[in-house]
């Protein structure tokens, strides 16, 4: 388990070594994702794999966590290592975080029934902290993680969305490229 000595260690050498050499701090990740079984899916990534799925009332298998799930849990636990790590950075003692991330949606844009958008209507999280810090320490830390969040980022700001396709037949072997 990391310690917030080994938290503030790895930060500030990661944080030179990217203001020393910036391409460092560039890079793409490749996640896989193969549907098995007429909904779950296997989502591999490095060296972790885990399945994905949706519930038996939606027609799936309900083999493990829904994407909605997934999208809920890398806020919370993207805000909750960012406040342990900006703690750590300010010699901060935590002693508990918890982040509750909450969404509203209308199945009818899933499902067609009407032209309203399919994803979330709104997205909120609730942040709970223990600490003996003054509180005025604990609001500077979840400010300064709220600033740098890749995943909030990701939800408060539109950002390009590129498709690529290829369609291959089995029978003749032929791909298609769109």
């Not at 098995?36 to 990534?45: A, I």
């Not at 604990?138 to 369609?167: C, G, M, N, W, Y």
Request: charged letters at 30%.
């Amino acid at each position: 388990m990391a310690n917030p000595t080994a938290i503030k260690n790895a930060f500030e050498r990661n944080r030179k070594a990217v203001n020393l050499r910036p391409e460092m701090g560039k890079s793409t990740a490749v996640t896989k994702v193969r549907l098995q079984d007429g909904t779950t899916c296997e989502v591999e990534h490095k060296h972790w794999k885990f399945k994905v799925d949706i519930g038996k009332a939606e027609g799936g298998n309900d083999a493990g966590p829904g994407p909605g799930i997934l999208e809920r849990g890398a806020l919370g636990s993207c805000l909750a290592i960012g406040y342990s790590q900006q703690a750590a950075l300010a010699d901060v003692p935590i002693n508990k975080i918890e982040v509750d991330v909450e969404s509203d949606m209308d199945a009818r844009g899933i499902l067609g029934i009407d032209d309203r958008p399919p994803g979330f209507k709104e997205l909120r999280y609730k942040v709970h902290i223990e600490s003996p810090a003054d509180e005025s320490e604990i609001t500077k830390i979840i400010e300064i993680t709220e600033q740098h969040s890749p995943v909030l980022d990701d939800f408060k700001r539109a950002l390009p969305v590129r498709r690529d396709i290829k369609i291959t037949n089995p029978d003749s072997k032929e791909e298609i490229a769109l």
